[in-house]
């Protein structure tokens, strides 16, 4: 059974840093291409960043160009996620999600296994 579980969510000022991790379990997580997705109060899941298997392609969406990184330790069976000038609108339940294929994808539909999610809240 494909376990993901997300870690590091929480209250940051604005202008602050979180890094998020997910931690991948019952398959081989190198074998796949990972992706974070975010979903606001009210508003619909989206696309946040994405990862191949072998993290030699990466893709972000275009509100959090430049202040997040995503990268994976394929070792360690973990993707990250390293938020830096976080903004208000940032705020949201954070969620990592694992394709069935080594490619990155930035549609949610792509997506076979998602974690429970973490909450990130920043304040202004």
């Known amino acids: 059974q494909v376990r993901l579980i997300e870690s590091g969510g929480g209250l940051v000022q604005a202008g602050g840093s979180l890094r998020l991790s997910c931690s991948a379990s019952g398959r081989t997580f190198s074998d796949f291409g990972m992706g974070w997705f975010r979903q606001a109060p009210g508003k619909e899941r989206e696309f946040v960043s994405t990862?191949?298997?072998?993290?030699?392609?990466?893709l972000y969406a275009d509100s959090v160009k430049g202040r997040f990184t995503i990268s994976r330790d394929n070792a360690e069976n973990t993707v990250f996620l390293q938020m830096d000038s976080l903004r208000p609108e940032d705020t949201a339940v954070y969620y990592c999600a694992s394709r069935d294929f080594r490619g990155a994808s930035r549609y949610s539909y792509e997506y076979t296994y998602w974690g429970q999610g973490t909450q990130v809240t920043v304040s202004s």
């Open positions: 990862i191949n298997w072998s993290s030699t392609f990466t």
